[in-house]
């Protein structure tokens, strides 16, 4: 596949270009007649004198960064007089302008059919010493492909103006007694070096083209041979990657990647730039050739390179190259990118976005692009990085650079493979696609397309970030009557992805293949829940468990009662383990505030055995708050408690009646009961005595350090210790202290060896009791006036 690669690329860039990135021009000055306001006409060459009083009537030029204009003089000094103060004597300057408009654009590559415009943008003045940075031009205007400058005659030494594109490089100085034309593709890098003697005054142009630059078409032989070899390429089996590689079949499409940049406004097929223009020409016509679809796509590369140099000791991990996003400057730097040398590629990422049809028309593709699937006819690592970031030396991992990318690219595919191409970067219109086919009473179609996307689909759906989708493929795959592909199909969701809206889906998808099906399916959605976040499982529990199991349960015959089961059982199973692992801290505070969080969820797990008639996990439920789980904090049966009789209220407060009812129906005395003992019990313990410091704590931790520590925390009548400890030893004691929200201060005497720790018992003991004495007894007065359970 490389090879075929290769192989496409040296017949693209066989496809010459006609033109270079730039041209250099001269001409007399005698049709500029130039006024400036407030200043009248500027004689040429332009004198010392002329000079200094237009760099008084300027100001100081600003630069784009990214979505700013910033002055800063790090970057750009040069002085600017605005458009709006140059009057040019039109009809004359055209003598001279149009003829070196033509020259220019047979320079620069563009075709005969097609006319350069130039628009004036602002007069520059180049002072001793003033300069402007390498940077690249902004796309003023829709349709501006370059800049012209155009440079006046005056005496002046040094200022010349350097272009680079690619590892092609122009340097330019003006002339004393001529005009200098420099225009150039709004992509290339160029500089102003400093101006050592004199003034350097130039006119800047926006350039845009009026007609197509459509090219003209490569010879014949080497449209042919360009056919043949991408017709190997889309007839040759990929090399697999790993053991059962789904992706080892012929390619899906060609991704070639253009010479230039182009803007999202710029990209167009008319609009593309000297040898790009060409080689998209000849890869129309192959597209033509072999009945492929084609499309211009920007391109957004990502490269990460292993490398030799260091970046100064005075750059950051992540420090930015000079060039940045959108053509802007980073004032960061001043003294010019680092440039390590690369090594090795490590990695690529390339996202293509901003797709546009052979017909010209916008598309809506997001897809990321596969290295076997890529070729170009200059590599990325001949660019300028739109941005940079260096990673040095960590110990671990060796020196990289990362380098980010603004490209455009010709995506080419089979027609045959349109429906796996579209798919791939939009699972919802490939499954909406198959959706189709049914509606069209099309079954043996519909599910030849389903089979088309198992073997991309589940990573398609990880990456697709849709809501509907879950849903849109239930409905499909309980409609194809094909179990292992419906199964396939479904395998990458999870159960928590079930939304109120997908509730119906599952209790179809069980009517149509059975509960052994279904089991299965959801066995394979809980392999996956190590993907998922706590809170989405607590949330999707809150939200739609009940209304799940309702659904199920009222389906005739015993196959949704068994499958209501197994979903409650496995998240009773999950809401148990995460009671045990949230007990583990050792915070009292921290573990009530998580453990406070599931008394919903089981108040929905026990709402939901009653709806499914499961007797057996209810008495579970209602054991374990009534008392059957030791160590659990009374917050948590008392919290269901509460939650039970603040749901049932708001959904029938006009029938209090019903309430009651409604809350007998949980079965819930038993937790009542418990919570009411508990709490009585608690409220039976005499008060805390004005000079009982003691503070009871269980520490796990049995070092000696540790013993200490307990032996002060337990002692009633002691406030304060102060305990010579090594650095290791007053860390482990600070640990324990703040894991613990002991009501202990720490703090060291920097005297001594070792250093003395000083703990000091703190009023919070007598604040968190009196705390705690009064939550139980609004909790007893609760739990009274609410005794119907």
């Known amino acids: 596949m490389k090879l075929a690669l290769e192989d496409i690329s040296r017949e693209l860039a066989g496809i010459g270009a006609t033109g270079s990135f730039a041209s250099r021009r001269t001409a007399t000055a005698d049709d500029l007649i130039i006024e400036i306001q407030d200043l009248g006409r500027i004689w040429l060459p332009v004198t010392a004198s002329t000079a200094r009083r237009l760099c008084k009537l300027a100001r100081p030029a600003r630069h784009g960064f990214k979505d700013e204009t910033r002055l800063d003089r790090r970057v750009r000094d040069t002085w600017e007089i605005p458009k ?11 003598r001279t302008l149009l003829p070196q408009l033509d020259r220019i654009r047979r320079d620069l590559g563009l075709p005969e059919k097609c006319r350069l415009k130039a628009q004036l943008h602002n007069m520059l003045i180049y002072a001793p010493g003033q300069f402007f940075l390498p940077h690249q031009d902004s796309e003023k205007t829709d349709g501006m492909i370059g800049t012209l400058v155009v440079s006046l005659p005056s005496q002046f030494s040094g200022g010349a103006m350097a272009l680079e594109h690619h590892d092609e490089k122009m340097l330019i100085a003006g002339s004393n007694s001529r005009l200098t034309f420099v225009a150039f593709y709004a992509d290339c890098r160029h500089e102003v070096r400093p101006v050592r003697q004199g003034h350097r005054i130039v006119l800047t142009y926006n350039l845009s083209v009026e007609g197509s630059v459509t090219a003209a078409g490569a010879p014949e032989t080497t449209v042919q041979a360009l056919t043949q070899r991408i017709r190997e390429y889309f007839e040759t089996p990929r090399t697999p990657r790993w053991t059962r590689d789904p992706r080892q079949g012929p390619p899906d499409r060609l991704v070639y990647l253009l010479d230039h940049e182009y803007t999202q406004s710029g990209l167009a097929w008319d609009r593309l730039k000297n040898a790009d223009g060409q080689r998209v020409t000849a890869l129309r016509e192959v597209a033509r050739q072999l009945d492929c679809e084609i499309f211009l796509a ?7 390179w292993s490398c030799e140099d260091e970046y100064p000791e005075s750059s950051s991990r992540g420090s930015r190259s000079r060039w940045s996003h959108d053509r802007d400057i980073d004032t960061e730097s001043s003294e010019g990118p680092f440039r390590p040398e690369l090594t090795d590629l490590i990695d690529t990422d390339i996202e293509l976005r901003h797709w546009i049809g052979a017909n010209g028309r916008g598309e809506e593709i997001a897809a990321s692009v596969n290295a076997d699937e890529l070729c170009y006819t200059k590599p990325s690592r001949e660019l300028e990085p ?14 990289t650079v990362e380098h980010w990318y603004h490209r455009a690219a010709v995506v080419l595919w089979p027609k045959e493979q349109t429906f796996v191409i579209r798919a791939k970067a939009s699972p919802t219109w490939g499954i909406g696609e ?5 509606e069209a009473k099309s079954p043996s179609e519909a599910l030849a397309l389903a089979r088309r996307l198992l073997p991309f689909w589940p990573e398609a759906v990880r990456q697709e970030d849709k809501p509907g989708l879950l849903d849109a493929t239930a409905k499909v795959a309980t409609r194809l009557d094909a179990p292992a592909v419906a199964a396939t199909l479904l395998r990458p969701f999870t159960l928590i992805e079930v939304t109120p809206k997908d509730v119906p889906r599952l209790a179809d998808l069980l ?8 089991r299965e399916l959801l066995r394979n959605w809980e392999s996956q829940k190590t993907h998922e976040s706590t809170q989405e499982r607590l949330s ?17 015959g015993s196959d949704g009662r068994s499958l209501t089961q197994s979903i409650l059982t496995d998240q009773w199973t999950w809401l148990l383990d995460h009671v045990r692992q949230q007990q583990q801290w050792t915070s009292r505070k921290q573990k009530s505030e998580q453990l406070s969080q599931l008394c919903k969820p089981i108040l929905n797990v026990l709402e939901s055995s009653r709806i499914a008639k499961q007797p057996d996990l209810h008495a579970q439920v209602v054991e374990f708050l009534a008392g059957g789980a030791p160590g659990l904090p009374i917050e948590v049966p008392l919290g269901v408690l509460q939650a039970a009789h603040e749901i049932i209220h708001k959904s029938d407060v006009k029938a209090p009646q019903g309430s009651r009812n409604a809350l007998r129906s949980l079965g819930l005395k038993p937790v009542h009961v418990h919570c009411t003992k508990e709490i009585t019990a608690r409220l039976k313990v005499p008060v805390r005595a004005n000079n009982d410091w003691s503070i009871a704590t269980s520490i796990r931790c049995s070092c000696a350090l540790c013993a200490t520590l307990t032996r002060y925390l337990r002692a009633g009548d002691v406030l304060r210790l102060e305990w010579p400890l090594a650095k290791s030893g007053r860390a482990h004691i600070h640990g324990i202290i703040d894991s613990h929200d002991l009501p202990v201060t720490h703090n060291t005497r920097r005297t001594g060896s070792p250093l003395t720790l000083i703990l000091e018992k703190t009023a919070a003991i007598f604040e968190r009791d009196a705390a705690e004495h009064q939550f139980r007894q609004r909790a007893l007065q609760w739990l009274n006036e609410t005794a119907v359970f």
């Open 540 to 556: 999707w529990m809150d939200s739609v468990l009940p209304a799940l199991c309702r659904s199920l349960s009222v389906r005739d």
């Open 434 to 438: 198959v959706a189709k086919a049914l």
């Open 386 to 399: 739109f941005d940079s970031a260096h990673e040095g030396y960590t110990g671990n991992a060796g020196n």
């Open 511 to 518: 009517e149509s293949y059975g509960l052994d099906w279904c």
């Open 298 to 304: 920007l391109a957004d590369v990502h490269e990460t």
């Open 84 to 94: 709006s103060r140059i009057s040019i004597d039109e009809p004359r300057w055209r």
